[in-house]
């Protein structure tokens, strides 16, 4: 069909291309019989002739209504992390803002996450901003508005310890510290030791140069800076706005303590961390 259309795969998958009043439409076959491809892209080709085409309902989807969808789901189920999925939109639309779901491929997932390393993203900040555009494939598909989404990959996160506590451990444990939220947060994100953030004054913080000066008589292993974006920049913005003791306060000496963490997420029934995530956190802040 030279000139009409053309069918080409993406994986297994059998995907067609046509045109109608000079824009292309993409469409998935769901099928990896390329007899099935042809069929659908004759059919397509026929309506657009006969004026009953309407298009694919997925190949109107847009990175726009699947933001949409991520926000709708944090405000309907009240997660406190609204202002970071907000704020992972925002770097996700610089990049993927006239894009349909469609045209958001593995390669492009990964040209995004290599523009945000040149950047001088931490990758685990890009890692969040990931999270969030894989969360909202996700909430497209239960509802029906996709049949598949794409791989999207994460990094290595190398400014989070590694063997002491996973992802999944961390959003547990801040999850059952709610008061404690913002020193978890940046003990898990930066790395650094509990004895670091404590010891961190507001002199050590650029907010407009987005980095923290790790003073040399409290570094150890560290080159001295730690590069703000995400989570980290909003904890920094919260502390010199005022609104919550700058991290390295008693509180989140407590925070840390065994004893704490084991009256907190110990009581927590069927919860993976309630026996080990004392010693996990200890591990992670000495």
């Not at 847009?62 to 970071?84: M, P, V």
């Not at 190398?158 to 059952?176: I, M, P």
Request: hydrophobic share 40%.
């Amino acid at each position: 069909m030279r000139g009409m259309g053309r069918i080409f795969r993406r994986g297994p998958i059998y995907w067609i291309a046509y045109y109608h009043r000079g824009k292309e439409f993409r469409e998935s076959s769901h099928s990896d019989s390329e007899r099935e491809a042809r069929q659908l892209l004759k059919k397509r080709i026929g309506e657009a002739a006969t004026g009953r085409f309407t298009g694919s309902r997925e190949d109107r989807i847009t990175f726009e209504d699947l933001a949409a969808g991520l926000l709708s789901d944090y405000q309907i189920n009240r997660r406190r992390s609204l202002s970071a999925a907000r704020l992972s939109i925002s770097h996700l639309r610089r990049f993927f803002g006239v894009d349909h779901a469609v045209d958001i491929t593995t390669n492009r997932v990964r040209a995004y996450a290599a523009m945000r390393q040149g950047e001088g993203a931490a990758n685990a900040s890009i890692n969040r901003e990931l999270a969030a555009l894989k969360r909202m494939f996700s909430l497209a598909v239960q509802d029906g508005r996709l049949s598949t989404m794409p791989f999207i990959p994460t990094l290595e996160e190398d400014n989070v310890r590694q063997g002491f506590v996973d992802h999944a451990a961390f959003e547990a444990l801040r999850r059952n510290l709610p008061e404690y939220w913002d020193p978890v947060t940046f003990l898990y994100l930066s790395g650094w030791r509990l004895s670091e953030m404590k010891a961190l004054e507001r002199r050590d913080v650029d907010l407009a140069g987005k980095v923290v000066h790790l003073r040399p008589e409290i570094s150890k292993n560290k080159d001295g800076r730690l590069l703000l974006s995400g989570e980290l920049l909003e904890i920094m913005e919260r502390a010199h706005a005022g609104r919550y003791n700058i991290v390295g306060e008693s509180g989140a000496r407590d925070a840390a303590s065994p004893g704490a963490l084991s009256r907190r997420t110990g009581k927590q029934q069927g919860d993976p961390t309630s026996a080990e995530a004392p010693a996990q956190m200890t591990a992670l802040a000495l």
